[in-house]
């Protein structure tokens, strides 16, 4: 035999297996320490499992839910049922070891151990919640080759880094009913996060029923509001799950909605009606007045009754203090009582608002603007002005968690967050204070999502705050995110979340029913405008405006865009590389594209403001193409040909629709390279 030919037949004897064994594994967040080992173990439809030791009712019904989406992915006709504790089997696949009931509460054990060998997988865990996590960290390890579907041999030691791993979902701007939370919930759970953060009030809305003062919700609402049932419903999905909800009701501002049914609660006069509009209202509590506290005694004490968490956030966050600087009484109180400044009379509002929230058992959060010298020691506070106030919280002996970095609304990209840590290596921290730093909260804000949106700017990017909170700092390589981060993506498809699929439902609305093809083209390279820039477009947004045009189909973070700039990275290393070819033909589709999406136009009114915006992105694709072309064949083009693409280049850059074409920089750097 050729000597050839025996590594060939090596090759195609080992070949699959090293394969196998060397796919790239998706895991989101990394675990602390995990140990690859030889092997798989695999498993057809006969595959079993089975809970030992002392676990809460939570750990069998999470067991339950991870075969049946084990089930699910493999398509195999498992055959196990329910499992409960009287649950017997035979030789199990995976036998769940769990030490004592957990808590869903801060600081709860949430660590597990997972062996996987050629044999079987175990799952350690002290508490149920760590159970939780291992399952979820052995769905997102299977695999499957031509043999069938498998777990890689490893160990993995996993806990987290941070626990306070949260989700704010304002509910208010725009109502959010519980199917959106429950599924959002599910997303949460699969990327280890354990605090839900609801936002409940505002200007825009109050949206929980309230028993003792239904005017809130009655007249505050439109209706749109969850009954006390929906919130335990919440609470008891959340917990089955391993997460925390915790409520907010921000104050003083942020309340018009409150005065609706209680102008009394205001420092002006109404009428007041519930804001249609976005921005920060003047609507402030009246802090001097007896009966303010006296409401919000009664009604916290009812919201802390309903939310079992010991943690409730009273908002506190910008206060813009006209109504106070206008109101006589509020100024005589002030003078009075030597407060110098609305921030002093915020905090003495604060104080007397700690009083009735430590009387009903619960520790205090708020948004940064609550620091102030007066406030003890036991508040939280929640940073979202800057990354500073954390650090100076910590500092001044305050516990403290971060969202300034997380603020998903403002559609920046996956990397930017992730690479937010909340202790910041340059803060110099001693241990003592870092250990005030608690975790943080991603935070969606509701002023441009409904229910059909909200998913796509929650998911995928919340999955890499929620690794950023959970793995060691040390985690960090963008590209190893970003692969991983597309897979766990589609994972999260599963749990209901429409964070993909609508993407094409809206399109088809948006070509009228028309081939959605050329559309999705374009809308593939575009991306909202960011950091509130949607504002300022000459478009106002109102709360009943549609969200449905094509920046809100358009996703936060066009993966196309970023991809095609890492190929014009390569290709200009090295011009005769794949790339080449690839960077070539993407480039003819979106000049040829142009003239087909100006057919779709012709019966889609709603797409037309989209017009110039494609043609932008055709003719620079045909500079791209030229460009490319002479790189390739390592020629230059003229000067004046440069020009004339300068000025194209600066038209491409200019918003369109409130979006922003992606992929006008790299073909920039096409262009510059060939010149
Ligand atoms: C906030 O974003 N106003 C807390």
């Known amino acids: 035999m050729r000597k050839s030919a025996i590594l060939y037949l090596c090759l195609a004897v080992f070949l699959p297996s090293l394969l196998a064994a060397a796919e790239p594994l998706a895991l989101m967040p990394v675990p602390e320490k995990m140990t690859m080992a030889e092997g798989q173990y695999r498993f057809d439809a006969s595959f079993t499992l089975a809970v030992e030791g002392q676990a809460h009712p939570r750990l069998y019904s999470g067991a339950t839910r991870m075969l049946r989406r084990l089930s699910g992915r493999t398509g195999l006709f498992m055959t196990q049922d329910v499992i409960t504790p009287q649950t017997r089997v035979e030789k199990p696949g995976l036998i ?139 609470i008891a999905y959340a917990d089955e799950r391993g997460i925390r909800v915790y409520p907010e009701f921000d104050m003083p501002g942020h309340t018009t909605a409150w005065f609706i049914g209680h102008p009394e609660l205001a420092s002006a006069p109404g009428p007041y009606t519930i804001e249609r509009t976005w921005g920060v209202m003047d609507p402030t509590m009246d802090p001097t007045k007896e009966s303010t506290y006296r409401l919000l005694d009664r009604f916290l004490g009812e919201m802390a009754a309903l939310f079992p968490d010991p943690y409730l956030h009273i908002g506190g966050d910008e206060n813009s203090g006209k109504q106070w600087d206008a109101n006589p009484a509020i100024q005589a109180f002030m003078k009075k009582n030597n407060i110098r400044d609305n921030h002093s009379l915020q905090a003495y509002f604060n104080s007397r608002l700690l009083k009735i929230v430590t009387k009903h058992g619960k520790r205090m959060v708020g948004w940064d603007e609550i620091l102030h010298p007066s406030m003890p020691k036991n508040i939280v506070i929640h940073s979202w002005r800057g990354p500073d106030s954390l650090v100076q919280a910590a500092r001044r002996g305050y516990q403290g968690i971060l969202s300034n970095g997380y603020y998903i609304d403002l559609i920046q990209p996956a990397s930017y967050h992730y690479l937010i840590d909340p202790v910041r290596p340059d803060a110099q921290l001693t241990p003592e204070e870092q250990a005030r730093i608690l975790g943080g909260e991603a935070t969606s804000w509701a002023e441009l999502v409904t229910p059909e949106t909200v998913d796509s700017r929650i998911w995928p990017r919340t999955a890499v705050i929620a690794e950023r909170l959970w793995s060691p700092a040390s985690v960090r390589d963008l590209d ?45 390279v575009v991306e909202p405008l960011k950091i509130y820039k949607r504002h300022s477009q000459g478009v106002t947004y109102y709360s009943y405006s549609p969200y449905t045009r094509v920046v809100d189909a358009a996703r936060p973070e066009s993966m196309t865009a970023r991809s095609f700039a890492r190929k014009v990275e390569a290709f200009l290393k090295a011009p005769s590389g794949p790339e080449g070819g690839e960077i070539l033909n993407q480039l003819a589709l979106w000049q040829e594209n142009h003239a087909r999406l100006l057919q779709t136009m012709a019966k889609a009114p709603a797409i037309r403001e989209m017009e110039s915006l494609s043609r932008d992105l055709a003719d620079l694709a045909a500079a791209g193409l030229q460009a490319g072309e002479a790189i390739q064949e390592g020629r230059k083009l003229g000067g004046e040909w440069g020009a004339v693409q300068k000025e194209l280049i600066e038209r491409a850059k200019k918003p369109r629709g409130q979006t922003e074409l992606m992929v006008v920089e790299p073909i920039a750097r096409l262009i510059q390279a060939a010149q």
Request: glycine fraction near 6%; proline fraction near 4%.
């Open 96 to 234: 769940i070891r769990c030490q004592r009931p957990g808590k869903v509460a801060l600081g709860e054990d949430e660590s597990y151990e997972l062996a996987i060998s050629p044999a079987g997988v175990e799952l350690r865990c002290v508490t149920d919640l760590g159970g939780l996590h291992g399952l979820e960290t052995l769905l997102q390890l299977l695999q499957a080759d031509e043999k069938g579907f498998f777990f890689p041999a490893l160990s993995i030691q996993d806990k987290p880094r941070f626990p306070w791993r949260g989700l704010m979902i304002d509910v208010c701007r725009h109502w959010l009913p519980m199917e959106v939370v429950k599924r959002n919930l599910d997303g949460m759970a699969a990327v280890k996060m354990n605090v839900l953060h609801l936002h409940l009030s505002e200007d825009q809305g109050f949206r929980i029923e309230s028993k003792l003062y239904p005017k809130l919700h009655q007249l505050g609402s439109d209706g749109f509001y969850y009954t006390q049932a929906e919130i335990k419903t919440i």
């Open 480 to 524: 190893d995110m970003y692969t991983r981060m597309e897979v766990i993506s589609r994972q999260l498809e599963e749990l209901n979340l429409t964070h993909i699929r609508n993407y094409e439902m809206m399109l088809r609305r948006l070509a009228n029913q028309q081939e959605t093809a050329p559309l999705r083209v374009f809308t593939d």
